[in-house]
């Protein structure tokens, strides 16, 4: 009984090793797309690593491709998420933070009346 308990808990382990492995084969994919100027692709590629394995620095890099290929709705959603996340280093708030001010400078300004 004792090492069917322990033969369970190996290969529930041995998943979780394959399940972060694919999302980080995932997000390797999505960032070579990102750095050949594939940006739609790469989202796809991020996308898909997130649902496996969320990932603080996944989800800056999939706000960095939805903010280059000019979906700045959901990129500054990526970026707000980061913000609000108690597990993000502060390092990647603050180019998190930097890059949604761009965004918001960016965007026109409407009159106030």
């Known amino acids: 009984m004792v090492l069917r308990i322990i033969l369970v808990f190996i290969s529930a382990v041995q998943c979780q ?20 100027s594939l940006y739609e692709e790469s989202i796809d590629f991020y996308n898909e690593s997130l649902k496996i394995a969320p990932n603080n620095d996944f989800t800056f890099n999939l706000a960095n491709s939805y903010l280059q290929s000019g979906d700045l709705e959901n990129a500054k959603k990526a970026y707000s998420q980061l913000l609000n996340s108690s597990s993000a280093s502060d390092d990647l708030k603050a180019k998190a933070a930097y890059n ?3 965004i918001h400078i960016s965007e026109p300004t409407r009159p106030l009346y």
């Not at 090793?17 to 050949?36: C, E, H, R, V």
Request: aromatic share 8%.
């Open 17 to 36: 090793i394959s399940f972060s492995q694919s999302a980080k084969l995932k997000a390797a994919i999505g960032s070579d797309l990102y750095a050949d």
């Open 100 to 102: 949604l001010s761009l």
